[in-house]
């Protein structure tokens, strides 16, 4: 019977830290751009010298 009373606190101390970090992940902009990742890889972002020529990337 203790061990079921030790299991609900373990498990409140564990819902409780899950809860702090969705918080924290929420304030610090975690979930502000979902698209933008997704969308950066399509992006051609090779820079263009001023002769119009691309630049090498090595």
């Keep these: 019977m203790e061990v079921i009373?030790?299991?609900?606190?373990v498990?409140?101390?564990?819902i409780a830290?899950?809860?702090v970090?969705?918080?924290w992940s929420i304030r610090s902009g975690q979930f502000?751009?979902?698209e933008g990742h997704g969308h950066q890889i399509l992006m051609d972002d090779d820079?263009?010298?001023s002769?119009?020529?691309?630049?090498?990337?090595q």
Excluded at 51 to 57: A, F, N, R, T, V
């Design 5 to 9: 009373f030790i299991l609900i606190i």
């Design 11 to 14: 498990s409140l101390l564990f």
């Design 17 to 19: 830290l899950i809860a």
């Design 21 to 23: 970090a969705l918080y």
């Design 32 to 34: 502000d751009d979902l």
């Design 47 to 49: 820079a263009i010298d």
């Design 51 to 57: 002769d119009g020529k691309k630049e090498s990337s």
